[in-house]
Structure formats: structure tokens, C-alpha cells
């Protein structure tokens, strides 16, 4: 299809996806003689939506967590707890990203404010740069799967009729597998090499770094517990949780001062900006493909191929973790929900099920060449070359796709805790 080679030819050649997006449909209302008026309106629609909400404030949320202090302490209850296993400060860097991905919602957020810390310290302990490197990207891709998840936010919205909170609570056992399977291979790697641990556990100092990190902690439940509890929504979920961040930073902490403050509201509007512009120029887009029937005649092809779920379900993964080599995941899952929702609906796909094995999907496209977020931080942060990185990030991304086809191919590990609280 011309209009999706246009695209694809943009985002080849360095231009960023929602422009790349945008002029290609700009180029394609032209085409057809459609008035070009009809690009910001359906622009427009595509952001008009409260759940959505949710973004900025969980955006800042993270923000408000990193700046007051809640790093470190993270930090220092994670080397209490596993730092004396073999790998040392790798599985710490892994149980970091774990606690903190109950804050920040996002990939990018965890990489950004770990990957500093830990690929630093690492280094200091006689860990291979790369190495060091490669445990934090593929660490940091827990952030949107153990809730709250911004691309589940997304998801949803894009879905119509999709629960977040069921999301939300459905992303908690596929996060925590993710994690013990990055630790089982980091055991595995630093055994063979002999990497350096920590010393033996002392209960007393897990018990002082607990005490320091519980109240950033109870972030999650606090979220988790006012949607199942019914005292607030998804979206309402992110604003008491940024409220949270900010009275934990400024009074509790005192490590936010209000200088502070008009430089992480700017970073959140930049960051909410970006991801909102790519949502409307994606709706936009998806709006043209609908106006062609790319749903339609993509559910029949499918549908002649296989009409067994977990057939649809592994040709969808394989089709997704192409996508996230290329594009950015925002802009593939608004504009592909509304073509594959009518197929999980034929095969009988639960669109809980399908939104969190999505979410990881999307979560290890962030770690891979060309265009994967975290892996541009993380070789920034620790001042590698994409093919350094590349070699290195290597068995942690098939370990980290042997759990999406484990989490795929057994639905009641996404499932169960939404039935359980009937969410």
C-alpha cells in the first residue's frame, strides 16, 4: 500500500514517527482530494478522551519519585535483599526495576532513572560495561507491565471497552516473571564468568532499607487498591498518585524544593506532549487505513491462514516484535487496536489477555535496533555503540521473548487476578 511504504520510507530516512505519520496522511487527504481540514479534526477526537488523563499525571508521578530521593532508597532495599546472590548488583538492578516500575509506568522512566545509578555502581565492581548496560535496558522493560503501564493506558483507550484496571492488575504476574527469568540468566552469565557479589545477607540492614522505602511502595497499592476498591478511576488513580509523589518529595523527604518544581512540570508537558502528538497523528492515521478497509481485509487474511487462537496469537506476536524494531510502541498500538480487535473477537482472544501480552511486546521493542527508546538512553548513559549493545543485549531479549510465548500461550497468568477481584 502506498500510503504505508510512504510511511515506512519517512521513518527509514530519520524523520520522527508522528511527523512521519502526519505527512503521509497529509500527503494521502491530498491525493484523494479529501479537504486536508479533516486531519487535525480527527486529531483532535482521537485526544479527546479523560482516560488519557492518566498519562501526564503518571508521567509525573515518575518525575516527582526520581527527583525526591525515592531512587536511592529503591536502590539500597534492593542490594539488601539480593545483592549477595551470585551476580551481586545485577540482580539488584533487576528488583530495582521491579519496585519501580509500581511508580513510573514506563520503560523509558525506569532506564532513565536507574540506568545512571546502576550501571555506574556496577562498573565499580568490575562488571563489564556492556554487560552492566544490557541488565539494565532489558531491567527497565518491567516498567510497563507491573501496573500502573502508560502503553496500557494507551491500549485501552484505543480498544473502547477495555478495563485499565483489569490490565493493571493483569500485568503483575507476566511482570514478576519477566523479572525471575532476567535473574535466572544473569545467575547463569555471572557464574560462568565469575562476576562479583555482594556479602551475606544481614536481616537487620533489609529491615533499616525496608523501613526507608515503604512509603514509595505503597504507590502501586495505593493505585491498585482505590480502582478495585471502586474509590477512584484509572485516570483519577495517576492524579492521587502524582499528589502522593509530591507530598513523600517535598514534606516527608524534603528532597523537592520549590525551585524544583517548574522544571519537572516541564518535563512532564514535554513528555505528555510528545506522546499525545504521536496519538493523534496514529488516530489519524489508523482513520485513513479504516476509510481502505485494512481492518476488514486483514481479519480475512488471517482468518483463510488460521481460525485456531494461539495460531492468530503467535503470527500477532511475531508481527509485533517486527513493528517494535521500527516503530515507536504508541504509535503501533493506536494505529493497529482497531484492525486486530475484530480478529481477537472472531478467535476468541481475551482483550485483557491480549493487551498485557501487547504491553510486553511492546516493552522488548523498546531494547531493540533501529529505534528502540531505551536502547538510545542506555547507550548514551553508559557511552556505548549501538552494536556493542547489540551483542550484548542479545540473550536477554530471546529470554525475554521465551516469557511472552509462556505468558501468550497460558492465559490464566494474565488472567487469574482480574477474575480473582472481579475487575
Not at 473502547?160 to 514478576?176: D, E, N, T
Not at 560462568?192 to 511502595?217: E, G, M, W
Amino acid at each position: 500500500m502506498p500510503l504505508t511504504i510512504l510511511m515506512l520510507l519517512l521513518v527509514l530516512l530519520g524523520m520522527p514517527i508522528s511527523f512521519a505519520l502526519g505527512v503521509s496522511s497529509v500527503a494521502f487527504l491530498w491525493q484523494q482530494g479529501v479537504p486536508l481540514v479533516a486531519l487535525p479534526q480527527r486529531m483532535a477526537i482521537s485526544v479527546d478522551s479523560f482516560p488519557l488523563l492518566a498519562v501526564p499525571f503518571f508521567v509525573l508521578t515518575g518525575s516527582l519519585m526520581n527527583t525526591g530521593g525515592v531512587t536511592r532508597r529503591i536502590f539500597a532495599l534492593a542490594n539488601s535483599l539480593v545483592g549477595h546472590i551470585t551476580g551481586g548488583l545485577a540482580h539488584v538492578t533487576v528488583v530495582a526495576n521491579m519496585f519501580f516500575a509500581g511508580i513510573s509506568g514506563a520503560a523509558v522512566a525506569d532506564a532513565a532513572a536507574l540506568g545512571p545509578v546502576m550501571i555506574e555502581a556496577m562498573g565499580r565492581q568490575g562488571f563489564p560495561r556492556p554487560f552492566a548496560a544490557a541488565v539494565t535496558a532489558s531491567a527497565s522493560t518491567i516498567g510497563p507491565i507491573i501496573p500502573p503501564s502508560i502503553i496500557m493506558v494507551i491500549y485501552a483507550v484505543t480498544a473502547g471497552g477495555v478495563s485499565i484496571g483489569a490490565l493493571f492488575v493483569g500485568g503483575f504476574i507476566p511482570g514478576v516473571l519477566m523479572g525471575f527469568a532476567l535473574m535466572a540468566l544473569i545467575y547463569f552469565i555471572t557464574r560462568r564468568r565469575n562476576y562479583p557479589r555482594n556479602d551475606a545477607f544481614h536481616f537487620a540492614a533489609a529491615l533499616v532499607a525496608f523501613r526507608d522505602a515503604v512509603l514509595p511502595l505503597l504507590t502501586p497499592a495505593i493505585i491498585l487498591g482505590g480502582i478495585l476498591g471502586g474509590v477512584f478511576t484509572a485516570t483519577e488513580s495517576g492524579a492521587v498518585a502524582s499528589v502522593y509523589a509530591l507530598i513523600l518529595g517535598t514534606l516527608v523527604y524534603r528532597e523537592i524544593r520549590l525551585r524544583d518544581l517548574p522544571r519537572i512540570f516541564a518535563e512532564t508537558m514535554v513528555t505528555t506532549a510528545m506522546v499525545i502528538f504521536i496519538v493523534a497523528t496514529a488516530a489519524a492515521f489508523g482513520w485513513i487505513m479504516a476509510y481502505l478497509r485494512v481492518p476488514q481485509l486483514v481479519a480475512e487474511a488471517l482468518s483463510a491462514f488460521s481460525r485456531h487462537w494461539w495460531v492468530i496469537f503467535m503470527l500477532l506476536n511475531i508481527l509485533y516484535l517486527f513493528l517494535g524494531c521500527i516503530m515507536e510502541a504508541t504509535a503501533i498500538v493506536i494505529m493497529t487496536i482497531p484492525i486486530v480487535m475484530p480478529i481477537l473477537a472472531q478467535v476468541g482472544i481475551d482483550p485483557i489477555h491480549f493487551g498485557v501480552v501487547l504491553a510486553v511486546n511492546m516493552s522488548i521493542g523498546t531494547l531493540t535496533p533501529p529505534v528502540g527508546i531505551v536502547m538510545f538512553v542506555i547507550c548514551q548513559i553508559a557511552d556505548l555503540s549501538v552494536e556493542v549493545y547489540t551483542r550484548a543485549i542479545l540473550p536477554f531479549i530471546l529470554i525475554l521473548i521465551a516469557v511472552l510465548f509462556v505468558v501468550t500461550t497460558f492465559p490464566q497468568l494474565v488472567l487469574f487476578l482480574p477474575r480473582l477481584f472481579g475487575s
